[in-house]
């Protein structure tokens, strides 16, 4: 198959790939819709019974739909209150409000209006603060004020003969349908189930959406350890651990939990390009980069250090140094002392590289040197008196700083390049090795040495997390990411 060929079934694929990401994330967005509208049903059960009818005309049957999922049942004390008033409504519009049949349903209210408000029928929705603002509401409509009276009277008042003719029935029956049966009309009855919470069916709408969900969790980790080598399919499930919350049945236990689902649908939304939350994933990263940064570089550092010290006051540096690796118990790993090796290359470093650059001046010191001496002696100053021999000692004096130091180098050249001479250096920085580290060692010497690194890396430990506390992350962060924009470009 040609490259373009190839080209083009990539194409395809990944369209394929980027829509069912896309009818997937809608799916899960939808589940999540509707795992949102259950678990805020009961707190806007309210809204939905009397004000959405008001706006929305077509949704004045939600809750009638909805009720039974969540295992809403009328109250029967309160159903059977406002029924008692239907019919004292149906019997006055057969015989008026003064006439002698009404009375014994104005007597049936007044005692159901004392048992509502003893027994508390709204506690069970835990409504109880819907029942202290329909007393209230009595209060006030029948005394003109909201405390200091007894509900019990306000509705014994109200549901009088004489009241109700004198305030006139229309409008106390309009204020009793306007005020009152709506609040009476909000209470229900709920049953517990075997768990103690409260009886829900909305498992039965979820169950379907937790089948797809799972089948796919399941596909995708399969065909991601099938797709990635040296991936198992138990790394797969972790890799897509977010997707769990989708599936999970979060119905039986914690059922706010379901409300988790939101991480996976975020994320699902993100990955199809329904979203784009890399600049929220950018911030997010740089917050928490710059809270974390600090801390983890001090407990790095300070750590590094630690050891460092603990290494110094055990003597494991000097012993590391000054023994050698049949004496330590030391793994050597090309069977070279790299101290020697370090100290032989310095030497070779400095005869051949450092003492050709720095001969003029050393030759300059020590003419200055001879000259200094010459000048105190007798034989010089006399010398100086005689004519034509007055420049003499000066002469002589640079013919012996030239010869010195040009003998003196040679002889170093020479004792490198000669092997016997090489072996006796060797044996010269191998015998001061040993030499220096026996000194180094005596228990003076090395608890001060010891002691003096120990503090220096103290004071190193001290002042870089002083500095690391001043440091601005914000700014060092800045600096990383006009860096990055400077590499892409």
């Known amino acids: 198959m040609s490259s373009p060929q190839k080209i083009a079934r990539r194409r395809l694929a990944a369209r394929r790939n980027l829509w069912f990401e896309r ?24 809204f939905y019974l009397l004000r959405l009818p008001r706006l929305i005309p077509p949704a004045g049957n939600l809750t009638k739909l909805y009720d039974p999922i969540k295992g809403i049942e009328p109250h029967r004390d309160t159903q059977n209150y406002l029924q ?27 005692n159901l209006s004392t048992e509502m408000v003893d027994t ?61 049966r709506p609040l009476i009309a909000t209470n229900y009855f709920r049953p517990l189930g075997e768990t103690g919470d409260f009886v829900s069916y909305f498992w039965r709408i979820d169950l379907p959406f937790a089948i797809v969900f799972g089948v796919e969790f399941l596909a995708r980790t399969f065909y991601i350890s099938r797709r990635h080598k040296g991936v198992s399919w138990l790394d797969a499930m972790l890799w897509r651990w977010y997707d769990v919350f ?39 990263n740089r917050g928490f980069v ?16 630690n050891q460092i010290q603990g290494s110094v006051q ?9 023994r050698s690796p049949s004496a330590r118990g030391y793994i050597d790993i090309n069977n070279t002392n790299e101290v020697e090796a370090i100290a032989t290359l310095l030497v070779k470093l400095v005869v051949y590289e450092v003492l050709p650059k720095i001969q003029p001046d050393l030759e300059a010191i020590l003419r200055h040197s001879v000259e200094s001496g010459l000048r105190q002696l ?45 072996q006796l250096s060797s044996q010269l920085v191998q015998h001061f090795a040993e030499a220096l580290g026996s000194e180094v060692q005596s228990q003076q010497t090395l608890h001060k040495i010891q002691g003096l690194l120990s503090d220096l890396l103290e004071e190193v430990k001290v002042n870089y997390v002083q500095r690391l506390s001043e440091e601005d992350m914000e700014g060092v962060l800045e600096q990383t990411h006009q860096l990055h924009q400077i590499v892409k470009k």
């Open 378 to 422: 007798p034989l010089y100053q006399g010398l100086q008196q005689v004519p034509g021999v007055r420049d003499l000692p000066t002469q002589l004096a640079d013919q012996v700083v030239t010869n010195v130091t040009q003998t003196a180098y040679q002889a170093l050249v020479a004792a490198l390049e000669d092997p016997v001479g090489a």
């Open 84 to 110: 008692a008033v239907a019919d004292l409504e149906a019997q006055v519009e057969k015989t008026g409000i003064s006439s002698p049949e009404v009375e014994p349903y104005l007597e049936q209210l007044r």
């Open 23 to 46: 009818v997937m994330a809608i799916l899960a967005s939808a589940n999540l819709l509707l795992v949102v509208f259950d678990v805020s049903y009961i707190p806007l059960r309210d």
């Open 314 to 322: 055990r003597g494991e540096v000097t012993r590391w140094l000054f």
């Open 246 to 284: 989708l599936w999970l049945p979060f119905w039986f236990w914690l059922p706010s939990w379901r409300l988790l689902r939101i991480i996976p649908v975020t994320i699902r939304l993100h990955q199809a390009k329904l979203i784009d939350l890399d600049f929220v994933i950018a911030q997010i």
């Open 290 to 305: 710059a809270n974390f940064a600090e801390e983890l570089t001090e407990v790095v550092v300070i750590r590094v250090i």
């Open 120 to 180: 508390d029928p709204f506690r069970v929705a835990d409504k109880s603060g819907t029942l202290e603002k329909i007393k209230n509401r009595m209060r006030e409509h029948i005394y003109d004020q909201r405390r200091r009276v007894s509900s019990r009277q306000s509705f014994n008042r109200f549901w009088s003969q004489d009241h109700l003719l004198q305030a006139g029935w229309r409008g106390e029956i309009d204020f009793f349908n306007q005020e009152i």
